[in-house]
């Protein structure tokens, strides 16, 4: 299993930036799929997950109203689009996959340890 994250960079605050996750070596409608960022000596927090089917989604609060999560299941990925980008959103955004039969039976995950497969992350760096 391959989760490829990229789509990362430096914008203003203010600004956008869409990443994107690309899925291989899984049946991509099989498993909900979350967002996470880490920044420089925090913990790895939940940004946002997307059911099997994208039919529920759930988000942070710190990011509820700014960032909208979709899936293709047809191209096997996952988006974050992320506007009013602010200098705390910076962070390395990870994705990950959850299989959407594993017990307890859940769409919305917000926990690190509910996901079985991890992507590299992607740098998003917004300044001031």
């Known amino acids: 299993v391959q989760l490829q994250a990229s789509g990362g960079g430096l914008v203003q605050a203010g600004g956008s930036l869409r990443v994107s996750c690309a899925a291989s070596?899984?049946?991509?409608?099989?498993?909900?799929m979350g967002w996470f960022r880490q920044a420089p000596g925090e913990e790895r927090e939940f940004v946002s997950a997307i059911s099997w089917s994208g039919g529920s989604n759930g988000y942070a609060d710190s990011v509820k109203g700014r960032f909208t999560i979709s899936r293709d299941n047809a191209k096997s990925m996952v988006y974050l689009q992320m506007n009013s980008l602010k200098p705390e959103d910076t962070a390395v955004y990870y994705c990950?996959?959850?299989?959407?039969?594993?017990?307890?039976?859940?769409?919305?995950?917000?926990?690190?340890?509910?996901?079985?497969?991890w992507g590299q992350g992607t740098q998003v760096t917004v300044s001031s």
């Open positions: 990950a996959a959850r299989y959407r039969l594993r017990m307890p039976v859940r769409d919305i995950s917000t926990s690190r340890e509910a996901y079985e497969y």
């Open positions: 070596g899984l049946i991509f409608s099989s498993y909900n």
